[in-house]
């Protein structure tokens, strides 16, 4: 039927068409949904969890509705692919968040004559949402087993222009360089001298630096030979192995581990001062500011955490290397005030502080908080003993509203080994 010719006729004839047209886009949707079951979850993902976070770029938006995330990790972690949260993909690695992989595609600023170098392969879902926004991706990754199975992946998924190489990412892909971009999904120490010289002139680099806990993501841009440094965000990503793993110089002591900036006291400095919802040694910060108060219960600050919508992220996370087999107890506490809380959506989602504690190849050995929090009241300290699972080798340190409503006040967060 030609439907311009419909509407050209009648009225009458255009609102048959019109509705004929509607049946059919239904049926469309019906029958797209029913051949891809995840298409509901991955369009919430955009509308709730990355949109909302701040991310605009509409073609970046859009690969992330259609990159099946599911298929880049293990089946049994499928029901919670479309979390936005890093799942563990096996050899100690993880896949990164969506959040964090659609920011970092749109800082990256991807053009359809981009060539980009990926460190980092991984499970292949950062490559796969790269691959429709530019002309090549080169993707690296160590480790073999990993490295092996993305491109397993990407090939049985039909993602034509993207290459994989085992390899160590420190090196970069010397034969193919000069790269228009370069994105890095784990973190070295300082940046890989051999990326700055396969990053073309004018290029683009994102990646995470710094210590293994205590990260920030860069924006480089090489201007005449030197890399201009722009400040992102605070993050936590897995280490860079091989030689920028042999030339770290600041390693963190699992013996005993504590908590960073619990009270709130350090302030941003310098470039990182400029960025919204960053309270240094915290990293993915979601609508949080520092307040300077009298009444703060330690020093003159606390952490204020709000949000009107339920469901949506208002929260601050702290990566923490821990030995259990040399921990076997921490003590965990905190001050905190709530006003007019309300639960969010979910059965967990109320103000709390938490710890969750993984093993070395990232299994999580479970959860433990420090509330829930309700209602309206003032000023309180709260503390508790945990056990620390002896496979433990770091935790992950939670504070913040987890999808509830209204207003949390944190303060003097601590957490410290107690002997035994």
Not at 35 to 52: F, G, N, S, W
Not at 111 to 122: A, F, H, R, S, Y
């Amino acid at each position: 039927m030609n439907l311009k010719h419909c509407y050209d006729r009648t009225s009458l004839c255009g609102t048959s068409c019109l509705l004929l047209t509607m049946m059919m886009v239904l049926l469309l949707s019906r029958a797209s949904n029913a051949a891809d079951p995840y298409q509901p979850a991955r369009d919430r993902l955009v509308e709730t969890r990355i949109k909302t976070a701040g991310v605009t770029n509409i073609k970046v938006l859009d690969s992330m509705r259609r990159t099946p995330r599911h298929e880049f990790m293990p089946r049994s972690l499928w029901p919670r692919a479309y979390y936005d949260m890093a799942l563990p993909i096996g050899e100690a690695q993880t896949i990164s968040s969506p959040f964090i992989v659609a920011s970092m595609t749109e800082a990256l600023d991807p053009q359809p004559t981009d060539k980009v170098l990926e460190i980092g392969t991984g499970s292949g879902y950062q490559a796969a949402v790269l691959s429709p926004l530019v002309k090549d991706v080169y993707s690296i990754e160590i480790v073999r087993e990993l490295g092996e199975k993305a491109a397993a992946t990407l090939a049985r998924l039909d993602y034509g222009n993207v290459s994989t190489r085992i390899g160590d990412g420190f090196l970069g892909w010397r034969d193919a360089a000069p790269f228009d971009k370069i994105i890095v999904t784990c973190s070295p120490e300082s940046v890989p001298q051999p990326l700055v010289d396969q990053l073309a002139e004018g290029g683009t680099m994102i990646i995470p630096v710094g210590q293994r806990y205590q990260q920030t993501l860069f924006k480089l841009v090489k201007k005449d030979g030197q890399l201009i440094r722009e400040a992102l965000r605070p993050t936590l990503f897995v280490p860079m192995t091989g030689a920028a793993e042999d030339k770290r110089k600041v390693l963190p002591d699992p013996s005993n581990p504590v908590a960073v900036n619990g009270d709130f006291e350090v302030m941003p400095e310098g470039d990182e001062a400029k960025l919204l919802e960053f309270v240094p040694g915290w990293y993915y910060g979601r609508q949080v500011t520092q307040i300077e108060a009298s009444d703060a219960p330690s020093g003159k600050q606390f952490a204020r955490f709000q949000n009107e919508t339920p469901g949506r992220n208002s929260h601050l996370l702290q990566g923490i290397a821990i030995n259990g087999t040399e921990v076997s107890q921490l003590r965990l506490s905190g001050s905190v005030r709530t006003s007019e809380i309300r639960k969010g959506p979910t059965s967990d989602a109320m103000p709390s502080i938490a710890v969750t504690f993984y093993d070395s190849k990232r299994r999580d050995l479970g959860t433990y908080f420090l509330g829930p929090f309700r209602g309206t009241r003032g000023w309180r300290e709260q503390s508790k003993l945990l056990r620390v699972p002896i496979t433990t080798s770091e935790a992950i340190l939670r504070v913040g509203l987890f999808g509830a409503t209204g207003t949390a006040d944190f303060d003097a967060v601590v957490l410290e080994k107690v002997e035994r």
